[in-house]
C-alpha cells in the first residue's frame, strides 16, 4: 500500500470543509479556510510556494508552486475543488476510516482522494527530477459545489498553463464533456385581497401557471429538442395563508445545456414569452456558466491516454451530465481535463466511498503522465 497517498487523504478528509451554503450545525464549522491552511502548511513543508486568493471572505483558493518554479518554463496544473456537501446522516463523516481496502468519509471521492493523488504525484515526480522542463502546478479551488466560484475567478484571471487536469470522481477515466448551466427565477406579481372575492385582486398563482403554460408550449419545445439540454421547474413559492388571494408567485429554473449552445438566443425567446403575459412578470439569471467539451487535438487527452496505457488500462472517453469546474477553464481557452479517481456514484451519498487501490493507480497514472510532457518539452526545446 502507497501509504503517502492514503495517510494524505486521510488528513484531508477528516478536515470539514463543507460547503458554507449548506445550512446545518456542522456545516457552520466547515468552509475552505481551515482545508486551505493545511495544504498550504503541508505543501511549503515540501518545498512549494503557496499563494492564497481570497475569493470571498473566508474562503480562498490556494495556488501551489513548485520550489523549481520558472516563469519561462511551459506549465500545466493539476486542480481539485476543497469544498464538500454537507454529511447528512452520515455517521461518522470525517472519521477516513479504512475497512478491507475502502475509505469512508465525506469528501473522499468528491474530491479529496483525487486531490491527494495530484499531490502525492507531483510531490514524487519532481523529487525525481534534475531539470524539470516544465511547472507543474497544484490549485485547490473554493465554492465547487454551489456556483464554481473559485474556478470561475482563476478563469478570469488568466493564468500563463498550457492545460488544466480538473479532478473528479469519473473511474479514472477522462471525461471529455459536460453540460452547461443555465438558471433563472420567474415571479409573477399580483394583488391581494380576501380569497371570498378574488375579483377584488389579482392572483399571481394564476398568473404563474398562465406563464408556465406558455414557457412548455413556446420555449421548451425549441429549447430540450437541442442534443441533451433540459429545463426544469424545481422550486416554486405562492401566498402566504389560504384565505388571502397571493399578490407573488416564484418559480426556480434549472436548465443543462449542450456545449456550444447559443444561451443568448434563448434568453431573447424567454423575454418574448414573458413580455406576452397579461400579468406583470419579474425574472432573474440566477446563474449562466458555460459547457465544457475537450479541445480537438488535445495534448493532455493524447498525454493521458499514453498514461493510462503504461499502467495497462483500457482508454475511455465519456460524457456526464453534470457541472464542474471545467466549464470555466475550458471556456477560457485552456487545454481542459476531467479526470480522477473514485466512482461519481458514491458522492454525495450516506456512504461516500473510495478504494485505495484506485487511490494508488491515480498516483501511477499522473506519474507517468508528468513523465510524458517531460519528455514532450525536452523535445521541444
Known amino acids: 500500500m502507497d501509504r503517502s497517498v492514503v495517510e494524505l487523504t486521510q488528513n484531508l478528509v477528516r478536515i470539514n470543509s463543507i460547503t458554507p451554503q ?20 503541508y505543501l511549503e513543508a515540501r518545498s512549494f510556494r503557496c499563494q492564497l486568493d ?14 523549481y518554479w520558472d516563469p519561462s518554463r511551459p506549465s500545466i496544473a493539476f ?8 454529511v447528512g446522516d452520515m455517521p461518522e463523516p470525517f472519521s477516513a476510516t479504512i475497512h478491507n481496502g475502502v475509505l469512508y468519509g465525506r469528501g473522499a471521492c468528491d474530491v479529496k482522494g483525487t486531490m491527494a493523488a495530484m499531490i502525492t504525484a507531483i510531490i514524487d515526480w519532481s523529487s525525481q527530477q534534475k531539470q524539470p522542463a516544465f511547472n507543474p502546478l497544484f490549485i ?15 478563469a478570469k484571471q488568466g493564468m500563463q498553463l498550457d492545460a488544466i487536469l480538473v479532478g473528479e470522481p469519473t473511474g479514472l477515466q477522462p471525461v471529455v464533456a459536460h453540460r452547461g448551466l443555465w438558471r433563472l427565477a420567474l415571479q409573477t406579481l399580483g394583488v391581494s385581497c380576501h380569497s371570498s372575492r378574488p375579483e377584488n385582486g389579482v392572483n399571481a398563482v394564476d398568473s404563474m401557471v398562465d406563464l408556465i403554460n406558455a414557457i412548455r408550449q413556446h420555449l421548451i419545445p425549441e429549447w430540450c429538442g437541442t ?38 438566443g434563448f434568453r431573447n425567446a424567454l423575454i418574448k414569452v414573458i413580455d406576452d403575459q397579461a400579468g406583470k412578470v419579474e425574472w432573474s439569471e440566477i446563474q449562466c456558466d458555460p459547457g465544457y467539451r475537450v479541445q480537438e487535438n488535445s495534448l493532455l487527452l493524447s498525454t493521458l491516454a499514453r498514461a493510462m496505457a503504461d499502467e495497462g488500462l483500457q482508454f475511455v472517453q465519456k460524457e456526464e451530465p453534470w457541472y464542474s469546474d471545467a466549464g470555466h477553464f475550458s471556456a477560457a481557452g485552456y487545454d481542459t481535463l476531467l479526470w480522477g479517481a473514485g466512482d461519481i456514484r458514491w458522492a454525495h451519498t450516506r456512504d461516500e466511498i473510495i478504494k485505495v487501490k ?3 493507480k491515480a498516483v501511477a ?17
Open 22 to 41: 449548506a445550512v446545518s450545525e456542522t456545516a457552520r464549522l466547515g468552509g475552505e479556510a481551515n482545508l486551505a491552511a493545511w495544504l498550504q502548511k
Open 140 to 154: 485547490a479551488t473554493m465554492g465547487e459545489e454551489a456556483g464554481t466560484l473559485g474556478s470561475k475567478r482563476l
Open 365 to 381: 497514472i499522473l506519474k507517468r503522465l508528468l513523465a510524458h510532457y517531460q519528455v514532450h518539452y525536452e523535445s521541444v526545446g
Open 54 to 67: 481570497w475569493v470571498e471572505p473566508g474562503r480562498p483558493n490556494l495556488i501551489a508552486y513548485p520550489g
Open 79 to 86: 486542480t481539485a475543488h476543497m469544498d464538500t456537501v454537507d
Open 358 to 360: 484506485d487511490l494508488e
Open 227 to 264: 442534443g441533451n439540454t433540459t429545463f426544469s421547474f424545481t422550486t416554486i413559492h405562492g401566498g402566504s395563508m389560504i384565505n388571502m388571494i397571493p399578490d407573488s408567485c416564484r418559480v426556480e429554473v434549472d436548465s443543462r445545456c449542450d456545449p456550444g449552445i447559443d444561451i443568448k
